[in-house]
């Protein structure tokens, strides 16, 4: 069965980073692309960037591009998502979510979501 | 990016109905259509894939159909706990981009 746990809520001052954490459990790094998708307060659904933490090359949403990276560590099966400049619309939860290797499989497990609050 | 629209962007109905949400992308995807419900405070959950497939464990009341810009899915007898919001998502192309939503209430 197929874990992702994400790592705790964020409060973060505008203009700094936040690196938030996505841990998959057993073999799932071996079959596996890891998404994040993100959702501001009652607005819907949005991907940000996606790896394949074997081949290890991240793509991004050209929105994102520069402004935020996304690394996998394959010794701890865990992939990363980090923010820089950190604005109030950056204000969202956080989700990673798991598909084949294919680029037209679908997100068939997702984590708990990490909620990270942009705030002076 | 390729555009996603759903329609209606919320629906009211009572248990027993039969409800269609529609998807059109602003651009031929194929079959590479996906269904997710979400409910408040959770995770989205995968319902229907590659346009018409039922993902394992979901009751078989959830379908999907379509093909090229235009999807439904399809609840054929709405059950209590089906009331939450559903998303389409295109696996076409990146980068993946979702509907608006559309939000199932209860009547």
């Known amino acids: 069965q197929v874990q992702l746990v994400q790592s705790g809520a964020e409060v973060k001052k505008p203009g700094s980073s936040v690196k938030v954490s996505c841990k998959a459990s057993g073999d799932t790094f071996r079959s596996s692309a890891i998404s994040w998708v993100r959702q501001a307060p009652g607005q819907g659904l949005e991907w940000m960037g996606g790896?394949?933490?074997?081949?290890?090359?991240?793509n991004y949403a050209q929105k994102f591009q520069g402004r935020v990276t996304i690394t996998a560590d394959k010794s701890t099966s865990t992939v990363y998502v980090e923010v820089t400049s950190l604005r109030s619309e950056d204000t969202a939860v956080y989700y990673c979510?798991?598909?084949?290797?294919?680029?037209?499989?679908?997100?068939?497990?997702w984590g708990q979501g990490t909620l990270v609050t942009v705030s002076s | 990016d390729i555009q996603m629209t759903q329609s209606p962007s919320s629906v009211s109905a009572s248990v027993g109905d039969r409800v269609t949400i529609t998807c059109r992308a602003s651009q031929g995807i194929g079959n590479w259509l996906d269904w997710y419900q979400q409910k408040p405070g959770k995770a989205p959950k995968l319902l229907i894939f590659?346009?018409?497939s039922l993902q394992s464990g979901v009751p078989t009341r959830f379908s999907g159909s379509g093909s090229g810009t235009d999807f439904t899915l399809t609840i054929s007898s709405l059950q209590p706990e089906d009331f939450a919001t559903y998303y389409c998502?295109?696996?076409?192309?990146?980068?993946?981009?979702f509907g608006q939503g559309t939000k199932l209430e209860i009547k």
């Open positions: 590659a346009a018409s």
């Open positions: 979510a798991r598909s084949g290797v294919r680029s037209e499989d679908p997100f068939d497990y």
């Open positions: 790896i394949i933490p074997i081949f290890g090359t991240p």
């Open positions: 998502q295109q696996a076409n192309s990146f980068p993946y981009t």
